[in-house]
């Protein structure tokens, strides 16, 4: 929903086009490094990122994807740096962090948990309101101190113009869908069951046009920045 923000020529605007009906997903957001690496804790990644020569390479998918606008929030909050590095999908992240190209990842938590439970990935910092069920020794940024919860939010929407009565009887659905107990064991099975997060029509649509606004200042302090660095070259 963020495209027409921070993409050229998208063919749609969110508030003018979409009409929400759930959110399924919510993942957070988290930064990862590998088991073996020898920074323990986020307060660690920052004291190296703030005091290193050169920024820290963190990989992630796309520009302006959750992951790295999750990176984005942290450099803002903390006042740290770090060298972003774009894959086209969550596979080639994690070959680059197995692979000690880079030495951390943004990314969503559940990408990840096959890694962390296979002891090669340990991740410092997660982004959710509260510690995750499944991994509760990572702590929240929240309790760190900061005051940052995101991810990916995951859902349905239908074109603008669909009869509110199609709206209403599909977002009701979805909702007893995410609560009945057979689809809750088949996601705990797949390791989502945790990241189930319902949202009806309503709620989902202002919390998109909440992320817009959080994208929207976040481009624009960025391009400020940006603004301000040329001015200096001069």
């Keep these: 929903v963020t495209h027409e923000l921070t993409r ?33 804790s986020f ?6 990122a ?5 920024p820290i390479n963190c990989a ?32 080639e992240v994690r070959n680059v962090l197995l692979g000690k190209h880079v030495r951390v990842v943004s990314g969503g ?12 990935v340990r991740p410092l910092v997660v982004a959710s309101e509260e510690r995750s069920a499944v991994f509760p020794n990572v702590p929240t940024y929240k309790e760190l101190g900061y005051p940052l919860v995101t991810g ?19 977002s009701k659905t979805i909702m007893q869908v995410l609560e009945d107990p057979y689809f809750l064991q088949e996601a705990e099975k797949m390791g989502l069951k945790e990241f189930i997060a ?5 709620d989902f649509k202002n919390l998109l046009l ?16 940006e603004n301000e660095e040329e001015k200096t070259k001069y």
Aim: hydrophobic share 40%; with cysteine.
């Design 210 to 225: 909440e992320l817009n606004d959080v994208v929207g200042e976040l481009v624009n302090r960025l391009a400020a920045k």
């Design 60 to 91: 992630g998918t796309a520009y302006w994807g959750s992951d790295f606008v999750h990176l984005k929030q942290v450099e803002t909050y903390t006042g740290s740096s770090f060298n972003y590095i774009p894959f086209d999908g969550v596979s």
């Design 109 to 120: 938590l559940s990408n990840f948990q096959s890694l962390i439970r296979a002891g090669k």
């Design 8 to 40: 050229k020529n998208v063919a749609y605007k969110f508030n003018e086009d979409l009409v929400p009906i759930a959110r399924v997903v919510m993942d957070p957001s988290a930064l990862f490094v590998l088991a073996s690496d020898s920074i323990k």
């Design 43 to 48: 307060k660690h990644l920052l004291e190296i």
């Design 198 to 202: 319902p949202l009806n029509s309503a």
């Design 152 to 170: 990916s939010n995951r859902g349905f929407a239908f074109p603008k113009g669909t009869p509110q009565s199609c709206v209403s009887l599909l």
């Design 50 to 54: 703030k005091n290193g020569e050169r």
